[in-house]
């Protein structure tokens, strides 16, 4: 015991050293940051060097060029400064080069809707720069050739009905003389919120992922056929009366298959209950990152209506035994009432017939009037039974009674004895 108990202790020690805990995830960001940070200003510096550098590049090598240039020249018998004219053509190219580039230099990311910028150079995304919402330095010209692959960072959400979804058969069904291998269709609602994950420290390599699985239409279709495929699973292991109860079960599967969280993988259901928690927490206060690579952040997962399909025949049948059975329970508590309604009549001593005669008046069920049964005077039909009460009332409230005065008669003689 004190063995197990110790390897418990050791082993509890070893999670706890290497649990990443919410302080260590921000010092990550941090450090992630400073060093994006760092390289957009040293890329910004070189920018704005070469706006330096150009000019008086280009100032020196007019000089050397028009200095091998004649002072003048004759063109069409007039006398030309050939090199002054050279000049200031050159200088004015300059200077229209300076501008455009100066021009180019600068972008704008939108903020309504939001965007993202992931940095470019020579046609190779660079995940180090993610440039953020406003006005950014970039250099879409030689030799930097460097701007950014916009990207919208809007929260996108998704209603999905997966309507296909086949159950294994009921039990009655496979015992019957025509055994069913499969069950019913079941309709299922899965209601999905994402996001790009833009703010996290690898903010680059996980938006070029986001990027690669095709933005928000392509990461549709690979989580639709994801939760698709699960709820497949999921739909050989109940039948479809069972599968309808199922929400809960369904969404910590689907939990796990998206974020990688382990839910079914504890040993009762109070510490799943526990690690679902823990996980949707994480999904309402910063989204849970997916775990297929998609680079993006679940924010909300939602399991609506699980029902058979609304214009299935056995939707209909379903349907009308429900109201057939709740049409029952409504006519057993109808009885109940009637009959202790006629117990209490029977108790101030009329008879099961009187009593029931006077129930039915009371509710309004047989069109009388309470008014004539004040001398309990005609309320028999021709045939002797009780007007608007049902004969099966009548028996039952007499056989009761009957029995009670059985029970009473035969404890008056026990006591009779014993005296």
Known sequence: MRMDENDKSE???????????????????????????LTEIGLSAAIILWWILFPTIGYLAINAITAILPTSAYILFIDFPLRDLAFLVLIIVLIALEIRYIYKSWGFISYRPPYVGLGVIWGKRKVKIVKKEGWILIADYFPFNYTVTLIKVQKIDKDFTFSDIRTKAKEEEKDSKLPSRSGALVEVDVSLTFIPDYKGKDAGERLKSYLNSGEAEGVINIIQDQIAEELRILGGKHDWEEYTFSATEIKRVLLEKLTGADINGAKDEKEKAKRQRKIEREIRISGARDVSDLGIRICRLNIGQIDLPKNSSMKKEADSLERERQKRQGDTIQMNFLEEQVRKFIALGLSPGEASDVVQTQLKMAGKNINTFRGLEGSKGKDGQSQGITPNIIAIVEDKVRTSKEKTKKKDEDEEENE
């Open 11 to 37: 082993e509890a020690k070893k999670e706890a050293e290497t649990e990443i805990t919410d302080e260590d995830i921000e010092e990550d960001i941090k450090e992630e940051k400073q060093r994006r940070t």
